[in-house]
């Protein structure tokens, strides 16, 4: 049965707390689950928990660890998750680069030594909501993607995520993988014994297939971003790439394509993240910058849809809906 946005929280809140995260992070912790939950991201909800239970188990976490700032400057930071789970080390890191913004204008913030964080949305919302533009990467655990024109396993989805304030209360939110879909999406499809559409997914010898059960089972792989060499797949590969230059490179993290990268048994992940704020006072007076933002977006979303019952939308519209009804009819679990 649905449960109200609050209780789903504090749900989240008590578990954390009973492996032993101290309050503080467990709380920063479940607002970034259940940010996810209300807007029907349910890959990056509570259905994340047993996967890091597992990883508390395995000690790929530190469930008790707190982030902290190893190296600053008046624009930049560089913090230690500590082995942790990544939502208190990226919190910490967002509100680092938004006071860093709001100081000189523009705040970048490096992250190591981590672990999965959530959604990157979740994060480049927070400048959103103090006016800045804000941009967001992070590393991934788990290889699932093979190089354009390759058949081995060397990245992730690698996500990026970008977003600027408008007018009153809307602004744009972009939220992406570097790969043609969420693994989550394929998973969705193997477990209902599904198809998969055209240009989702690769087999073992890097062949297009429709078998969601390649990933899973079978030695497949992702696509990148484009689906096929033909359909500009390196576009997506050289994204996944710069987001690794920018999450471990940068940072001093794990390099994913090194053979035990997240794999070292005991050993967290040491995953990266990158962050980065900007003032659009900078450059001239935020109202109008808004005001722009405002303008392009609500044309984009004016444009004549091919299907009456299906306008146009811009990145963040989609989950508008689910909030409204999730806080009016509560969040389920199914």
Known sequence: MPVSFDRHRAQIVAIFEAWGMPSANAAVAADGIAWADLRGVKSHGIAKLPGYDVWRRDGRIRIDAAPSIERETPVSALINGNGGLGYAAGHLAMTTAIAKAQESGIGVVSVRNSAHFGACGFYTEMA????????????????????????????????????????????????????????????????ENQPCPEGWVLDALGQESND????????????????????????????????????????????????????????????????????????????????????????????????????????????????????????SLI
């Open 212 to 331: 969601p059960k390649m990933i899973f089972d079978a030695g497949g792989f992702l696509t990148s971003l484009g689906g096929s060499l033909l359909g500009s797949s390196y576009k997506g590969y050289g994204l996944a790439v710069m987001v690794n230059i920018l999450s471990a490179c940068l940072s001093g993290s794990s390099l994913i394509t090194d053979p035990l990268h997240a794999n070292r048994p005991g050993t967290p992940n040491n995953i990266g993240h990158f962050f980065f704020a900007l003032d659009p006072g900078l450059f001239r007076d935020p109202d109008d910058f808004r005001r722009d933002v405002s303008t392009l977006i609500d044309s984009l979303r004016a444009t004549r849809p091919l299907a009456d019952d299906t306008p146009v939308m811009v990145a963040g519209d989609p989950e508008r809906k689910p909030m409204a009804k999730h806080r009016d009819e509560g969040l």
């Open 128 to 191: 959103v909501r103090s006016g800045l533009i804000g941009m967001v990467m992070t590393g991934t655990a788990a290889r699932s993607v093979a190089p354009t024109s390759g058949t081995e396993a060397k990245l992730g989805t690698e996500p990026i995520s970008f977003g600027a304030p408008a007018e009153g209360d809307d602004f744009f939110l972009l939220d992406m993988a570097t790969t043609t879909v969420a693994q989550g999406k394929v998973l969705n499809l193997y477990v």
